[in-house]
């Protein structure tokens, strides 16, 4: 049995906030991933049981790999409806904020976010978060905000009455949060909690399908060529990066998550501890985009903010840097050498 992750008074504040609130909007990070998705996703699927009507409000593009997803096509793109999508959140009575420990990561949202007078709940399992918020729920070792909203969802005695929409997405945003269930997932709630999914009837064997066999033929041709012609890998240190330029991506004819889990495949390497992915923004000049991983107990994360203007989870991480590609390869290498005795030891 799951243990509670909130008190009794806790909530009641969280029934009440909902109870009172009548436009409620989700909302997520930029770029938003599987977990950000699935979890707006769940979530709003949960106020729909405690009988609202939510919104799902998004700041940009989501990966085609997820479009498949239930109640998807009901997400709205702030950057494809900004004037609406500011007049809902000036407007609305409570926003949920999922998978984000600060607003500045919805990027042209976040002052809309920020001017806002509707309370907010933060569902989130990223370090320090800074929201001001009624109510926060933040558990850092948690395996994903997935998790989390399936744990809610458990506590305020909705699983009983979920269905597919809700057991879908929350079992494919802890599946890719986790990558596949092969790191940050050696709780053994996690696998209660999947057992209990498959009691909605939901096909796990085609949800992972639909998202790592689901790529166009430029992808796997882009991996190819990442893995052929652009890995860099010491041996010494045991880690490795790569470079995506601009001319790279156009060259692919790179969409919307096509570089999703690129960073995660030099780890197959015997021994590799480090692997980084380096990503030239397809319109902006000097923004690279870095996704960091690594195995056991390397701190991925600490690399992320030390050098990347960023951070995330212990072996999951993420960030951005504001030069050439030239110079973020510079840098990346200067993050090696930072953390030499831990990567050869």
């Not at 799951?2 to 909302?27: D, G, K, M, P």
């Not at 709003?44 to 790999?65: N, S, T």
């Not at 500011?86 to 976040?110: F, P, S």
């Not at 806002?116 to 569902?123: D, M, Q, T, V």
Request: hydrophobic share 40%.
């Amino acid at each position: 049995m799951l243990e509670n992750i909130l008190t009794e008074q806790a909530c009641e504040q969280l029934r009440t906030l909902v109870h009172h609130s009548e436009t409620i909007i989700c909302v997520s990070h930029r770029s938003p991933d599987g977990d950000a998705i699935g979890s707006c996703l769940g979530f709003a699927e949960c106020l729909r049981m405690m009988g609202k009507q939510p919104q799902v409000i998004i700041p940009d593009q989501y990966p085609d790999f997820l479009q498949w997803l239930p109640n998807s096509e009901k997400i709205i793109r702030y950057d494809k409806h900004k004037e609406g999508c500011d007049w809902t959140l000036k407007h609305a009575d409570l926003i949920v904020c999922l998978d984000i420990n600060t607003l500045d990561r919805t990027g042209e949202m976040a002052a809309t976010l920020k001017a806002s007078s509707a309370k907010k709940i933060i569902i989130d399992h990223h370090l320090n978060p800074d929201i001001d918020a009624a109510l926060m729920v933040s558990r850092p070792k948690a395996s994903s905000t997935c998790e989390l909203v399936f744990r809610l969802a458990w506590q305020l005695g909705l699983f009983e009455q979920a269905n597919k929409h809700f057991a879908v997405p929350v079992y494919c945003g802890m599946m890719t949060d986790t990558g596949g269930f092969t790191f940050n997932s050696n709780d053994p709630d996690i696998f209660f909690i999947i057992g209990q999914l498959l009691t909605k009837q939901i096909n796990k064997d085609k949800i992972y399908r639909n998202v790592y066999h689901n790529y166009s033929e430029n992808r796997i041709r882009l991996m190819g060529y990442v893995l052929y012609e652009k890995l860099v890998y010491d041996a010494s240190l045991h880690a490795a990066y790569f470079t995506l330029s601009r001319n790279d991506l156009k060259r692919f004819q790179f969409i919307k998550g096509d570089a999703e889990g690129l960073v995660n495949i030099p780890q197959q390497i015997k021994g590799l501890k480090l692997s980084i992915s380096l990503r030239e923004d397809t319109e902006k000049e000097n923004l690279i985009w870095v996704s960091l991983r690594s195995v056991d107990d390397f701190p991925c994360n600490e690399v992320a903010a030390q050098f990347f203007n960023g951070g995330g989870h212990l072996n999951a991480s993420g960030g951005r840097l504001e030069c050439s590609l030239d110079e973020a390869v510079e840098i990346t290498k200067r993050a090696f050498q930072a953390f030499a005795d831990k990567l050869a030891g």
